[in-house]
């Protein structure tokens, strides 16, 4: 499954909550001062079922030039952005340095939202979007879709929901194979409860149960209950917005700015080296060991820059910087960041973290910039990584990627080990040449097919899921073997992706819940077939009892699925505890008499020539009897 978070961006008044109202039902203001002033000061948060059925996430963020440190805070996790402009005013300083941050952070996706369409006329609507138009012509909002709405009339909103949905469809899935982080927005307490934290996974997944690890403090906490869009959860992945109550730790253990992650996965660390994009509206040059405010993820952390490769940096230029903090931080290789002028506070500039765990760096010293060179670009595995990436819809072998490689690797099976244990790659090796897959290629994977079973679920409530065999048909086809298919869903399943159950797969949170009217649904055909153990009614009688024949042939399935009851002949089932007793008699009469007859069969269990016949042909069928003339023996 998907998991999306849109966020607003914009000038303030410009009508960004106004509008996720509009849309959603939901207020994002809360706190009494918000709506007093009836301005956002903090991040908005609330969720969005978009038409085709997808739930987005939403964070409204704060407008005020004075909170653009609660706008960052909740902009790192987002996938799509509602870059809002009031139609009467166009754009604004805020509207500009909003969208400055989204483009140092990464965002790829936005649609430009006019708002206020009501106050003023249509050429005037006219002339805006040709303004804006121009504004982001060259960036990543070149050629997006500009909305006029009015949140007040509610026009052109349809529209622009049908754009969201459009756009949120084509967006990438998330790392749901990487290691959990969750950069920290929120701390608070529930009575009875405990600590509360809350957040966007921006990699892999959490479980209710699991052992966490506070950053930068490294205290370990248990995750005690995740909620996701206010409905409790077992799992939480990438991409949820997420509220996790933990044991072990007080409030005042957290603040917003540290990141809950997988134990023992990162180091805090007072350096860390970028590679930095200096805004071109930037008003002076950055000098060497300038006090600026970096933001990442959620926090802020006061550091000098320190330039490694140039005197000062001009505006619009890139560097390879050294950022010494007053505090530490805790990041992964190619995070990114902006940095704020110290004071007055604007953003000036931002990129990529190079290396988190970094040792002090003399300024021009060559051999330095040469290895954050090497490392900015991920070189090393970086070919063979992506050659996986591309084969992996045919699974292939080590002799497989040294032939698409094109040239001699060395020690190529020792680099795909490491890939594997770095979690990019994945190996299967039941068969006698190990196979290797991409984990992007699995993260596709899983997401059609929890798209797969979440549907499935929908329409069978009461069935364990989709066969192996039809997900393999509709998921991989021939390419995959059988037995790698096998060792797939066992990883998966380790991975708590899936659920196995027998032949069936389900999603890994799902349970089968009867109804009240299901319940006696299956105490009723449990009764029928208890009344005469060997000689059960058909199908048809006992639905025939029933009044409700579609939920009657749910239940019986799902009791089919389970082992409750066993067919053992066309229109004949037995419950388990009757076929089971049937087994026994039968193994105890022939290993007493050397052999049993249909006759014999009949009169063993006092029942019918037909049923007799039903039993003992099943038992051939399942090699628990063989066939000797007119007798049967033991297989
Ligand atoms: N006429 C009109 N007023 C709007 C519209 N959207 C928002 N407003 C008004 O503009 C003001 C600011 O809206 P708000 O949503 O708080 O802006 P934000 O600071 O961007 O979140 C409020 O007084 C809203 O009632 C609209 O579509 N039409
Ligand atoms: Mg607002």
């Avoid at 430009?112 to 990543?140: A, N, P, R």
């Avoid at 009344?531 to 409700?548: I, L």
Wanted: aromatic share 8%; glycine share 8%; charged share 30%.
């Amino acid at each position: 499954m998907k998991h999306i978070i849109i966020g607003t961006a914009g000038h303030i008044d410009h009508g960004k909550t106004s509008l996720i109202k509009a849309m959603t039902g939901r207020e994002t203001d809360t706190t009494k001062e918000e709506k007093e002033r009836g301005i956002s000061i903090n991040l908005g948060f609330t969720f969005f079922d978009l038409p085709s059925g997808r739930r987005a996430g939403i964070i409204d963020v704060p407008g005020h030039e004075k909170f653009v440190k609660n706008m960052l805070a909740g902009v790192s996790g987002v996938d799509l952005v509602l870059l809002v402009i009031a139609a009467d005013e166009g754009i604004m300083p805020q509207t500009r340095e909003h969208f400055e941050i989204l483009q140092l952070l990464g965002v790829k996706k936005g649609i430009i939202v006019l708002t206020k369409s009501d106050i003023v006329d249509k050429e005037w609507v006219d002339m805006v979007k040709e303004e804006v138009k121009e504004e982001f012509k060259g960036t990543f909002l070149d050629n997006a879709p500009i909305h006029a709405v009015s949140s007040r009339t509610k026009e052109g909103l349809d529209e622009l929901v049908k754009d969201i949905d459009l756009l949120t469809g084509e967006i990438d899935t998330k790392d749901v194979g990487g290691h959990f982080r969750l950069p920290v927005d929120r701390v608070f307490t529930i009575s009875g409860f405990g600590t509360v934290v809350t957040g966007t996974v921006i990699s892999g997944i959490v479980e209710e149960g699991q052992w966490v690890e506070l950053y930068p403090s490294k205290v370990k906490a248990k995750v005690r209950g995740i909620e996701v869009h206010d409905s409790y959860v077992k799992i939480a992945e990438a991409g949820q917005r997420t509220a996790i109550n933990l044991s072990n730790v007080k409030t005042s253990d957290v603040k917003r700015g540290d990141v809950i992650a997988t134990e023992d996965i990162m180091e805090p660390s007072l350096m860390v080296d970028c590679s930095l994009y200096y805004l071109k509206s930037a008003p002076k040059p950055l000098e060497n060991r300038q006090r600026v405010r970096l933001y990442h993820g959620t926090s802020e952390i006061l550091c000098r820059v320190v330039i490694i490769d140039k005197e000062e940096v001009q505006p619009g230029e890139h560097s390879y910087v050294q950022l010494r903090l007053e505090k530490p931080l805790t990041a992964q290789r190619n995070d990114r960041f902006v940095i704020r002028n110290y004071s007055p506070m604007f953003t000036i500039g931002g990129g990529a973290i190079i290396e988190p765990l970094a040792r002090k760096a003399k300024r021009f010293d060559q051999a330095y910039i040469e290895e954050l060179k090497i490392k900015e670009s991920g070189e090393a595995g970086g070919i063979l990584e992506n050659t996986v990436k591309n084969l992996s819809g045919e699974f292939p072998k080590a002799a497989d990627i040294l032939k698409a490689l094109g040239k001699n690797e060395e020690g190529l099976e020792e680099k795909l080990d490491q890939l594997a244990a770095e979690g990019r790659i994945i190996k299967l090796s039941v068969m006698d040449k190990p196979v290797y897959i991409h984990m992007e290629f699995v993260n596709k994977k899983i997401d059609s097919m929890q798209d797969l079973l979440d549907n499935y679920h929908k329409e069978n409530p009461l069935r364990w899921g989709i066969s192996k065999e039809e997900m393999k048909n509709k998921m991989f086809g021939k390419a995959l073997k059988q037995k790698l298919y096998d060792e797939l869903l066992i990883m998966l399943e380790e991975k708590h992706r899936i659920k196995l159950h027998g032949k069936f797969i389900s999603l890994y949170s799902f349970e089968i819940e009867y109804t009240e009217q299901q319940i006696q649904l299956k105490d009723s055909i449990l009764k029928q077939l208890g009344e005469n153990e060997f000689a059960p009614p058909k199908y048809a009688e006992m639905e025939a009892k029933e009044k409700v024949a579609k939920e009657f042939r749910m239940v019986f399935e799902s009791l089919l699925d389970e082992g409750v009851i066993i067919k053992v002949a066309e229109d004949c089932y037995f419950s388990k505890g009757a076929y089971e007793k049937c087994r026994e008699l039968t193994a105890k009469y022939i290993s007493e008499n050397g052999s049993i007859n249909v006759a014999q069969l009949r009169d063993l269990l006092d029942t019918s020539r037909k049923y007799a016949m039903a039993v003992i042909e099943h038992f051939d069928s399942i090699k628990f009897t063989k066939r000797v003339g007119d007798d049967r023996i033991l297989f």
